[in-house]
């Protein structure tokens, strides 16, 4: 089938989209996180704060954490983050002891004690008790006071009460990471997002109202969309997600790994987008004057092939030892 053809492809049900996953190239079981007192991964990053076209942007310290918790419920077409959940609901008090392990990292490797970002990602909802039980929100909220920002993953129809609730009780800025992903129309219901554009401007109208700032991912290069179309609706929906106060905007490519996008590999329906494809789109956006102040935009290169290296003839010519190999 060609990418043309894969046009009338009718929207995949989340049982397709589950039943899908045995294909998935997954984790080694043995190498899988289990343990729920344990995050999945933690480090710290430098993150721009702010935009100003022409400005060298103000960075800031982040610590991410990738917490080890149960699997959202949407089964979303592109998620491939149920590769790294627990089979089970949370049980209370893990979250606050992932943070706690997080923290003494925080502190070995920076020196500091308070200000900078914590992100605290957990592969789906934030504010979806499953996923966070609730009687862990006042430890939570303690351990989180150090932070100037504090960054959740929550879609917009889950567990608002509860998220409007956290953000007026913590001591720094609430941030909330939405995957908008795309708004062409006819994608909406392909990726089993269950959130229209609607839906989600008002969502982000909320936000702003209780002082909590959104920060939004968009995926480039999904397939059904021919590369011409997938480039014009990625800055269609970069625009839109700033007009609805979008702080920042992460730009994603389209990748396999879930089961179900490597059966469309398969079949010829996908290509993943290149390095050079995502970095003309990131210039587009970057030289966009409508972005001039603002949001701040990153391109994330998990899923990308490797950055061709480009060596020099003196190089090439005399490999050094491997002995004194870089590590």
């Known amino acids: 089938m060609t990418r043309r053809e894969s046009n009338s492809f009718t929207k995949p049900s989340p049982q397709e989209v589950l039943a899908s996953r045995g294909d998935a190239v997954v984790v080694d079981s043995e190498r899988r996180n289990r343990d729920a007192n344990r995050p999945n991964s933690v480090f710290v990053e430098l993150e721009a704060a702010n935009r100003h076209r022409g400005q060298q942007p103000e960075m800031t310290q982040v610590l991410t954490l990738l917490l080890a918790s149960s699997e959202c419920s949407l089964r979303c077409t592109m998620c491939d983050l149920w590769r790294n959940t627990l089979n089970e609901p949370t049980p209370p008090g893990a979250l606050p002891e992932q943070i706690r392990f997080g923290l003494r990292y925080w502190r070995e490797q920076t020196g500091r004690e308070s200000g900078g970002t914590i992100k605290l990602y957990n592969s789906g909802n934030f504010f979806d008790p499953r996923t966070t039980p609730s009687v862990d929100d006042d430890e939570i909220?303690?351990?989180?006071e150090p932070f100037d920002r504090v960054v959740v993953e929550n879609h917009p129809l889950i567990g608002t009460r509860r998220l409007f609730e956290f953000g007026k009780r913590l001591r720094g800025k609430l941030e909330i990471a939405v995957g908008l992903e795309c708004i062409a129309p006819r994608m909406l219901d392909r990726l089993n997002k269950r959130l229209r554009p609607g839906q989600f401007f008002q969502f982000a109208k909320d936000l702003k109202e209780a002082s909590i700032d959104l920060r939004v991912f968009l995926i480039h290069g999904l397939p059904w969309l021919a590369p011409a179309e997938s480039y014009a609706w990625?800055?269609?929906?970069?625009?839109?997600?700033?007009?609805?106060?979008?702080?920042?905007?992460?730009?994603?490519?389209?990748?396999?790994?879930?089961?179900?996008?490597?059966?469309l590999a398969r079949e010829g329906m996908f290509c993943p987008p290149t390095r050079k494809q995502m970095r003309v789109v990131m210039d587009a956006l970057e030289n966009d004057p409508r972005f001039d102040r603002g949001p701040v935009?990153?391109?994330?290169?998990?899923?990308?092939?490797?950055?061709?290296?480009?060596?020099?003839?003196?190089?090439?010519?005399?490999p050094k030892n491997d002995a004194t190999h870089d590590v």
């Open 141 to 144: 909220l303690r351990l989180c």
């Open 234 to 263: 990625t800055i269609a929906s970069a625009r839109f997600a700033a007009a609805a106060g979008a702080r920042h905007i992460s730009l994603l490519p389209c990748r396999t790994g879930n089961g179900f996008m490597d059966r």
């Open 297 to 318: 935009l990153t391109l994330d290169t998990w899923g990308l092939e490797p950055e061709p290296v480009e060596l020099s003839e003196s190089v090439a010519a005399e």
